[in-house]
């Protein structure tokens, strides 16, 4: 299995503020994504983190709104922007190592 | 669009029996059909997976059985415990020429195991 921790593991932010939740990965993943994960709904790609250049985003999921970054080959952010209540969900790091994608314990984000 | 389909919703088994979670996909560029365990709290965690070559694939007390021409596959949890009682999901991606390994997940379901 690949290690992926993040953090924070739980938060719980205002409306309007911003919050950036840190990945760090082993040096066996090679691609790097996030997913979003609502409550008690399944799990949707938000995006695929590239190193050292604009992360590949999905339908319906913005720059503005989702940065993401990712410096090196172990290390990638997302910022959730501009919080609003529909915002709480759990945010998913996840990474591919040799042909498998494996998961973060996850980041839980509520907004009040 | 839902491109895997994910069914039951939910599913309450004995102690002991036969736990049988079914998906069906649509685009027949899937590759790797894993799933994942989610326990309460944590994130999901890869159980088993196949790839469409074989038919089936067995893993202790869970196995997977695919078909392809239905596109069709199912999870298996024979002699169901308390301790396997999580959130199922089924997903789909391809793997292979040009892949972007990005996973598309069914609904997912809940499966309780009762003592």
């Known amino acids: 299995s690949a290690v992926i921790s993040q953090k924070p593991s739980r938060d719980i932010c205002q409306r309007g503020t911003s919050l950036t939740i840190q990945c760090q990965v082993d040096?066996?993943?090679?691609?790097m994504f996030w997913y979003r994960q609502q409550p008690g709904q399944s799990l949707t790609l938000i995006a695929t983190?590239?190193?050292?250049?604009?992360?590949?985003?999905e339908s319906g999921f913005v720059i503005d709104k989702f940065p993401i970054s990712r410096p090196n080959l172990t290390f990638s952010t997302l910022t959730v922007s501009n919080m609003s209540p529909e915002d709480s969900s759990i945010y998913l790091c996840?990474?591919?190592?040799?042909?498998?994608?494996?998961f973060g314990e996850g980041s839980w984000l509520t907004v009040v | 669009q839902q491109q895997v389909k994910q069914s039951p919703q939910s599913l309450i088994v004995q102690k002991g029996g036969i736990s049988i979670i079914n998906c069906a996909y649509e685009n027949t560029a899937f590759d790797y059909f894993p799933w994942y365990q989610q326990f309460p709290g944590k994130g999901p965690a890869l159980l088993i997976a196949i790839r469409p070559d074989v038919s089936e694939k067995k893993e202790g007390r869970f196995t997977i059985s695919f078909n392809k021409s239905a596109k069709q596959f199912s999870l298996h949890i024979m002699d169901s415990q308390p301790g396997d009682s999580a959130t199922y999901f089924c997903?789909?991606?391809?793997?292979?020429?040009?892949?972007?390994?990005?996973?598309?997940f069914g609904k997912g379901t809940l499966l309780t195991v009762n003592p």
């Open positions: 996840s990474g591919l190592r040799g042909n498998t994608i494996y």
């Open positions: 983190a590239n190193q050292g250049s604009e992360a590949t985003y």
């Open positions: 997903a789909a991606s391809k793997n292979s020429g040009g892949s972007n390994y990005k996973l598309t």
């Open positions: 040096s066996q993943v090679t691609m």
